[in-house]
């Protein structure tokens, strides 16, 4: 029998006032506005549309307000809000290759045509604390120029440039660095497969086993970043089989292109930034294919990198059977990542256990009473019948 | 469209000025999104990497010039005004004011992304390499 039970009504509303007194913090001091957690926590952001599987960077800003900034929480609602829009289509694929770069290193050529353009990172900074980010009058001022270009910026030597005067803009056309090396027949051709077929949709179709490359792809550009960074690491640790080169990371701006029915043409609908990450693994070949470099791809909504990069281990590592790896690691194995990576999903069903499961548990409770009875007559019945046994 | 899908509100606002033309609402402003696609590798088989919000708007004109407008994001009033003047665009003589002003909105944001390159270019890695024993 289901026993339905009722009530707390009451302790939920109070939960919801309470919730938004905890959000909203102390009254004294000033409310962020979604504007400000949009320009100034931007890295934030990227990350809630990455798993929020949505692009909208005002949107990701107010989850992020809503949820306090609980990351998993603000991809909750922006995957909520998602399922209330239609979907007018897919865009053309976007074109990578004429991105507006922002950033765009390689770890493979010093010398690649376009150049290695630092951009935004934080990846030369010394990780101390700028002080002057807090702001206020009096307190230290910043320790890490490295960050705050405040400190130094007037003295003697200064090397840094004035871009508004002193540089020209970027080489238009920077090609994609594994393309260099497929010139040479070295890398792994990537070429759409015969007929360039729409990709599989994992919001509208169940996936099955093996799934096939552009599932997965889909999969982990909407999976949890620490859970691919995990993975992605333990196949550089050896739980994997691979030896992978930065082959580029690229940021920046690219043009999504949609046809709509009543157009019959392309239009133009923005820009949005996108990162992207090449890894370059070592290959000894096998018996149908020439020892050679292959790829792991990895692409990303906003400047994501830690995410892209982690996307292309593993991708590299998923397409082991293509190239007759045995799939011995978790790294390997479809049905693992593609399962676990969703981290609503994972979210849910770990957090669903809070939920109140009283009945569930009273019978278990009742379970174990009746086989600790069990056992206790079991044990009474053989202390009365060893004495004799003993005699 | 590019351009009046990458300018704001206020840019369209202004170009279509306070004189709002009649219309016709054909497609009242819709928010939906757009499943964005890339390719394995830049090149290769193509995947969903997420959908992006997309608002799009139809109307027509008193004259019966059709206005379309789609733009991502969710703000249904620069979609309206985009779609006007869209229509406008259409039956405006080449080299009129109107074409002109929408020139000048393109270079401006012709020059925010050629400011935004040589930002990124005065991060570029001048290798230099110290010979030793030299």
């Known amino acids: 029998m289901y026993v339905a039970v009722k009530g707390g009504e009451a302790a939920i509303l109070a939960t919801h006032d309470l919730v938004a007194q905890a959000r909203r913090g102390d009254a004294a001091v000033p409310e962020i506005s979604v504007a400000q957690i949009r320009e100034q926590q931007g890295l934030s952001c990227a990350r809630v549309m990455n798993e929020g599987s949505l692009y909208d960077a005002d949107l990701a800003a107010l989850a992020l307000k809503q949820a306090q900034g609980d990351v998993i929480e603000a991809a909750f609602l922006m995957r909520a809000y998602r399922t209330t829009l239609p979907r007018f289509g897919s865009s053309e694929p976007v074109d990578t290759a004429r991105m507006a770069i922002r950033r765009r290193v390689s770890a493979t050529y010093k010398d690649l045509p376009g150049g290695q353009v630092l951009g935004p990172t934080y990846d030369y900074t010394h990780r101390l604390f700028d002080f002057a980010l807090m702001d206020n009058e009096g307190v230290m001022v910043g320790l890490d120029p490295t960050i705050s270009g405040r400190e130094g910026a007037t003295a003697a030597g200064d090397a840094r440039v004035k871009p508004e005067h002193d540089v020209a803009s970027l080489d238009a056309h920077m090609p994609r660095v594994p393309d260099i090396l497929g010139a040479e027949g070295l890398m792994e051709p990537e070429v759409p497969p015969e007929g360039d077929p729409r990709p599989f949709d994992l919001t509208r179709e169940p996936v099955s086993f093996p799934a096939d490359r552009d599932v997965r792809l889909q999969a982990m550009a909407r999976g949890d970043e620490g859970f691919l960074l995990g993975l992605g690491y333990s196949v550089q640790r050896g739980f994997g089989g691979n030896h992978p080169f930065v082959g580029e990371i690229r940021v920046g701006e690219v043009s999504v292109e949609f046809i709509p029915e009543e157009l019959g043409f392309a239009v133009d609908l923005g820009e949005i930034t996108l990162t992207e990450c090449q890894m370059v693994n070592q290959f000894a070949g096998s018996k149908d294919v020439a020892p050679q470099f292959t790829r792991g791809y990895g692409l990303s909504f906003g400047h994501s990198e830690r995410k892209a990069m982690s996307m292309s281990l593993v991708d590299r590592a998923l397409k082991c059977r293509e190239f007759g790896e045995a799939a011995e690691y978790p790294a390997q194995q479809d049905e693992f990542v593609l399962y676990h990576s969703d981290n609503v999903e994972a979210a849910g069903f770990v957090e669903h256990l809070k939920l109140p499961h009283y009945v569930d548990f009273q019978g278990e409770l009742e379970l174990i009473r009746r086989i600790r009875h069990e056992r206790e007559q079991r044990l009474a019945g053989e202390n009365e019948a060893l004495p004799e046994a003993a005699e | ?134």
């Open chain 2, 1 to 134: 469209m590019a351009v009046l899908s990458r300018a704001s509100r206020a840019e369209i606002a202004q170009l279509v000025g306070t004189d709002v033309p009649r219309h016709d609402i054909l497609k009242a402003p819709e928010t939906g999104t757009v499943m964005v696609e890339g390719r394995a590798g830049g090149a290769g088989r193509r995947f969903n990497l997420g959908e992006a919000t997309v608002t799009r708007c139809i109307i027509r004109l008193d004259d019966g010039a059709m206005g379309f407008s789609y733009a991502l994001g969710r703000d249904g009033r620069k979609a309206r005004l985009a779609a006007i003047l869209d229509a406008r665009l259409q039956r405006a003589a080449p080299g009129a004011a109107l074409h002109r002003a929408v020139d000048a909105l393109a270079e401006r944001q012709s020059a925010a992304r050629d400011l935004a390159s040589r930002k990124a270019a005065a991060t570029k890695v001048d290798f230099f390499t110290l010979v030793r024993g030299a």
